[in-house]
């Protein structure tokens, strides 16, 4: 059974993210995500956590839902990251590009590609 984040307990401080032997725990949309298919259950996490966020699930059953969920997370967050891009590209000028700009363009595919490989490997 993968370790599972209990969203309405977690306070976003991502010491489980940093803490994850296997990189398990991804941030998506401010909260961490558990990939069910790279924990190996050593349970660092759920003793970190000073906020009782994470524990195990209980079933075979939950554990398919979670995988699931976790596709459908990864879909949503890159939807939105390519809305954004989108966006940026439309409110792109001719000239004198600001390199704030050009950041959140590099920051947004970075994330998009971040989010493809994740995708690629479920
Ligand atoms: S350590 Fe706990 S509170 Fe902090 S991000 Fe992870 S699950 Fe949330
Ligand atoms: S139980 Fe271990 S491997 Fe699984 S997410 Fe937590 S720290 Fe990572």
Redo the contacts with the bound molecule.
Sequence with gaps: MPAF?LEKM????????NACPVQAITVLAHL?VVDPTKCTECET?IE??M?G??TFKASEENKAMDEHQYDQELRLQLDVVMAKLVDLKARWPAHSVQAFMVCEREDLEEERDRLLHLLKST
Excluded: D, F, S, T
């Design positions: 984040i977690c306070r976003g401080c991502k010491h489980c993210v961490p996490c970190l956590c906020h966020a994470i």
